[in-house]
Structure formats: C-alpha cells, structure tokens
C-alpha cells in the first residue's frame, strides 16, 4: 500500500546564530554617511527631501487617483449617452 503513495520527508535546516551589535552598526552606517567629504551638507538635505516627497507624495496616477479618474469618466459617458437619446442634449 505504501508503494503507491510517496511521503515527504521533513526538511531540516542549519541554523547558526551570529552576534549583533544594534549601537556598533548604527555607529558605522552614521559614519559611512557622514565621511563622504566629496558630498556636502546641502547635497546631503536635497536627497533627504527628494527621499521624503517621493513617499509622501505619490504620482498623479496612483492608485486611488486613477481609479477616481475612471469612475468619473463612465459616469460622464453614462449622463452623456442618456442625453442624447432622450434628446435633452
């Protein structure tokens, strides 16, 4: 009976763990920002702002304002099509 069906075996993982240090890796990336002498401070505050505005403010055409678009043109359409065959056009 067992011929037929073809069990799976578990899978099994090696899992090491590694030692972090939260306050050594913010350390570095900090420095890693700020030893770039080739960049300056108002170079640095132009990405910081270009990095905000694009996540909060969207495209034109997002989701939500494209799906908006959408409903409003069929709705047009619609009003459209029902006054010109009641001739109220």
């Known amino acids: 009976m067992s011929s037929f069906f073809k069990l799976q075996k578990n899978k099994k993982f090696s899992y090491t763990p590694r030692y972090y240090d939260e306050r050594k890796e913010r350390l570095e990336n900090l420095k ?8 300056t401070a108002e170079q640095r505050m132009r990405g ?3 990095r905000a ?9 997002s989701g939500a304002t494209l799906r908006t678009f959408l409903i409003l043109g069929i709705l047009v359409l619609i009003v459209y099509y029902f006054l010109r ?3 109220l056009f």
Do not use: I
């Open 32 to 39: 890693k920002e700020y030893s770039d002498e080739a960049t």
């Open 48 to 50: 910081k702002f270009k």
């Open 53 to 61: 505005s694009r996540q909060t403010m969207p495209g034109l055409f």
């Open 85 to 87: 065959k009641y001739n």
